[in-house]
């Protein structure tokens, strides 16, 4: 399994939670001895342009974080051409399920998810896609911007109890026809983040039924970071969800 990560990104390119020191590190030092790391690439400006206006682009580089942000999104472009002959996977920052075509909040500049689908849409590489946001914020940019296409299904599981949560993720990935699925993964839903609902070993399953519905319908999956800020349990967490998309 290839995973895309970037040296830039462990630089505190502002105040925020998705920027601080440790968060990258935290990560990295779990995946380095199981998983090979490629460097990303910067997204172009007409990938970017797939997905917003050309004011908000504007608008990014005027406050300084056009290119940690380009490369964010130019790893997920990376990890979702990958996927489409094995699972992948970015570790990149900023986040994005936040950024919407013309807009952004919640620590989130380019929408790397959009970005990424739309590249291999616009490639003609995928028919349908089904997008899994278990982050503990619902990606209000990710539907902002893909569910205007009759071609791309979204869930954010919104069930407040475990057991719940976790069994309308299996029943919708059980039921789409989708042939890529894409997960903006956040970690912050941890029972020792934000969120403190699920376990390390729920984010293993579900990686597992990405991947098996990947295979049943023929195409491929990857996942890229979004939220988790505790430092003591995000690489543990990433590194759980791999190990199930991977089937390691």
Known sequence: ?????????????TSDPAAESGRMEAI????????????CEPATEDDLLAAHSSGHLNWV???????????????AIQAALRSLSEPSFAVIRPPGHHASASSCWGFCYFNNMAVSLLRLK??????????LDFDLHFGDGNVNILDRNPWVEILNPEAADRDAYLEEVRI???HTAADMIAVSAGF????????GLLLASDYKIMGQWVRAAAKRNGGGCYGI????YNHNVLGTNVLAFIEGLADI
């Not at 990295?28 to 460097?39: A, G, I, P, Q, R």
């Not at 616009?122 to 997008?131: P, S």
């Open 225 to 228: 970071l979004e939220g988790g």
């Open 122 to 131: 616009g490639d003609g590489l995928i028919q349908r896609a089904f997008v």
């Open 61 to 75: 580089h005027s406050q300084g974080l056009f290119d940690i942000a380009a490369l964010a999104a130019g790893g």
């Open 28 to 39: 990295v030092e779990e995946l380095s001895t199981v998983v090979e790391l490629v460097e």
């Open 188 to 195: 912050d839903n941890h029972v020792n983040d934000w969120g």
């Open 1 to 13: 399994m290839t995973v895309y990560f970037h040296h830039d990104f462990y630089e505190e390119y």
């Open 172 to 174: 919708a990935l059980e």
